[in-house]
């Protein structure tokens, strides 16, 4: 099972970028799916999920409006479209999959596979 972050890059304060998480080993269209970031000397922190269907999304709030998170399970990719970024958005962002049960998804403890990362850069 291998999960394939990509689409990072350096970006002026106030740009966009779309980061794409491509799964392989195995089909993960009836599993949750989210993204996560990490600051340096910081702890990984939740930044979005979305259920099987991509009915279901779920967002940290300081990013919501922001930050978009979508799925195409024919192609097992899981997307997050960032906008109006911020230098406090510079984070190595990761990809997951697979939440246990019905758990809570900010909890990077509930999440079964995880992505290599990309960086993100925001400059001011």
């Known amino acids: 099972v291998q999960l394939q972050a990509s689409g990072g890059g350096l970006v002026q304060a106030g740009g966009s970028l779309r980061l794409s998480c491509a799964a392989s080993?195995?089909?993960?269209?009836?599993?949750?799916m989210g993204w996560f970031r990490q600051a340096p000397g910081e702890e990984r922190e939740f930044v979005a999920a979305?259920?099987?269907?991509?009915?279901?999304?779920y967002y940290t709030d300081s990013l919501k409006g922001r930050f978009t998170i979508s799925r195409d399970n024919a192609k097992n990719m899981v997307y997050l479209q960032m906008t109006s970024l911020k230098p406090e958005d510079t984070a190595v962002y990761y990809c997951?999959?697979?939440?246990?049960?019905?758990?809570?998804?900010?909890?990077?403890?509930?999440?079964?596979?995880w992505g290599q990362g990309t960086q993100v850069t925001v400059s001011s």
């Open positions: 979305i259920g099987w269907g991509g009915g279901a999304t």
């Open positions: 080993g195995r089909t993960f269209s009836s599993d949750w």
């Open positions: 997951a999959a697979r939440l246990y049960g019905s758990n809570s998804p900010v909890d990077k403890n509930n999440w079964g596979h």
